[in-house]
């Protein structure tokens, strides 16, 4: 009898125990959090769409703020022109990507005398090699696209708005490991049109003064295309 009745009494006293919680199960991504990251991808999507003219106020990590040109035309090409960045500052340059293919041109300024002149660096859609690489025409190119995608490692919640930024901000930070994230970390902030309003990343602060222009039909080169060596970020003759 004892046997027989004592698992019984055992169940009853344990009826009102909980279960325990599976282990290894996910923590819920915060509603907050997740809805940021909805929120960001459609304003990148909508930058995808937004062709103009405009102008950002450049602030970089080291040296004085500048004004930073940037276009994107109608047909899907682009130019960001970059001053003082190469040869030690004393050398401006215009990145451009279009049907033909990636460009580095060489602007008139201080250290470039001569009229401007533009090197193939590749296809449209290569990378540009990091010596040449100012770095602030991604928010602008291929950035959106990698906020726009859902399976990219990032990690996105509101942020306070940069000072100028006319519309909401999100930090973006990566959760991967390697070192070869695919956009920096920082805070990105978009009108509610798409127009980027203003970027905080590696390489300084991007933001938007006045309002945008309309967008030509397809970017015009700055110069020729020539034979020549880009002008990388050096003075010449640097080791």
Not at 2 to 17: E, F, I, N, Q, S
Not at 100 to 117: H, I, N, V, Y
Not at 143 to 152: G, K, N
């Amino acid at each position: 009898m004892l046997a027989l009745t004592l698992p019984v009494l055992l169940a009853a006293c344990d009826g009102g125990r909980p279960e325990a919680a599976p282990t290894g199960a996910a923590d819920p991504v915060p509603v907050q959090v997740d809805a940021a990251r909805d929120e960001l991808a459609g304003l990148a999507a909508a930058a995808q769409d937004r062709h103009l003219t405009a102008k950002y106020t450049f602030t970089p990590a080291e040296g004085a703020p500048r004004t930073v040109l940037v276009t994107s035309a109608n047909d899907g090409s682009w130019r960001v022109d970059v001053p003082g960045w190469a040869h030690a500052g004393t050398v401006d340059v215009s990145l451009a990507g279009t049907p033909d293919g990636l460009f580095q041109c060489a602007l008139p300024s201080a250290g470039w005398t001569r009229a401007a002149t533009c090197v193939r660096l590749g296809d449209a859609d290569d990378a540009v090699p990091r010596r040449l690489d100012p770095r602030v025409q991604h928010p602008f190119t291929d950035w959106l696209e990698v906020l726009t995608d859902r399976r990219a490692p990032l990690a996105v919640s509101p942020a306070e708005p940069l000072p100028g930024a006319d519309g909401p901000c999100y930090t973006v930070d990566s959760t991967s490991a390697s070192l070869n994230a695919p956009l920096d970390v920082g805070i990105y902030c978009f009108r509610q049109d798409g127009t980027p309003a203003a970027v905080r990343a590696g390489f300084g602060t991007l933001t938007l003064t006045g309002e945008p222009g309309a967008a030509p039909g397809t970017v015009e080169l700055a110069g020729a295309v020539t034979d020549g060596e880009p002008v990388g970020r050096d003075a010449p003759g640097t080791p």
